[in-house]
Nanobody, 123 residues
Framework: VQLQASGGGLVQAGGSLRLSCAAS????????IGWFRQAPGREREGVSY???????YYADSVRGRFTISRDNAKNLVYLQMNSLRPEDTAVYYC??????????????????WGQGTQVTVSS
């Protein structure tokens, strides 16, 4: 199983970015995909999660601004990030797993991780 995140960059506050996570080595319907982020000096935190059946979940800090979606035909998962804030600056990671509902933003629930992509939001 391989996951590759891309789409990060530098954007001004209020701007938008779309991250992509390309997955291979498993059937799209078998695993959910989560997005996590880690800022310098801070713990990794869950941002969003999409089940194989397309149900979506968001951390309170991004709900209403970020949208997760998946294209199972292409085995791609996207994270559309709008109204970005400086506090969204972090390395963003995608991960595959089958977390239980009470722990969908718990890193240990995920089996496979991609490399991160840097998102920097300037004020």
């Amino acid at each position: 199983v391989q996951l590759q995140a891309s789409g990060g960059g530098l954007v001004q506050a209020g701007g938008s970015l779309r991250l992509s996570c390309a997955a291979s080595g498993f059937r799209p319907g078998d695993l959910g995909i989560g997005w996590f982020r880690q800022a310098p000096g801070r713990e990794r935190e869950g941002v969003s999660y999409i089940r194989s059946g397309h149900s979506t979940y968001y951390a309170d800090s991004v709900r209403g601004r970020f949208t997760i979606s998946r294209d199972n035909a292409k085995n791609l998962v996207y994270l559309q990030m709008n109204s970005l804030r400086p506090e969204d600056t972090a390395v963003y990671y995608c991960a595959a797993g089958q977390p239980v509902a009470s722990a969908m933003f718990t890193s240990s629930m995920y089996y496979h991780w991609g490399q991160g992509t840097q998102v920097t939001v300037s004020s």
